[in-house]
């Protein structure tokens, strides 16, 4: 796992335990998808979420799912692209797909990774390109989770939480 993999969890660790000096605040919303501005002891967090549009089964419960893209300039953390599914994931079987395109993600406890830069920026193009993707995951006992994310406004927030960090 790389240095920003590490950083990333910590990131993590800091949203699920709420010690923001301020909660994460909304300051725009592109259709699908919603743009995020955090300050914690690391410094500016910016980032573009999204909820999926469709989860199956649907009699699986979980908490909510999100797609994530950040950036954390005091840390030098770009185009960091993150996923939840809302369960502890079985590890390494998070995948994103959209037609011909499957990226693999790591994971770790409930939050999933792509672990390569060059992957993040390869899907950050695919996801400004798509209308859908899929994350596709499982749970330690074996259930599979499907959730549908729409990439309608991905573009625009996408550049919002960049430039709010920039």
Known sequence: MNFKKILLTSIIVLFASKTFSADPVSSEKFKDW???????????????QSKPKTRSPKNFKREPSKLFVTFRPQEN???????TSGYIYKASTVKAKSGRNNYAF??????????EEEREKKFIKLMKKASNI????????GSQTVDHYS???FSKAYEAAKKNCG
Do not use: D, L, R, Y
């Open 34 to 48: 919603q743009v995020f501005t955090a300050t914690t002891e690391q410094g500016k967090i910016c980032f573009a």
């Open 77 to 83: 953390i770009k185009n960091e692209v993150s996923v």
């Open 106 to 115: 790591f994971s770790k406890k409930n939050f999933a990774w792509i672990a």
């Open 134 to 141: 899929m994350i596709i995951a499982n749970e330690p006992k």
């Open 151 to 153: 990439m309608i406004g």
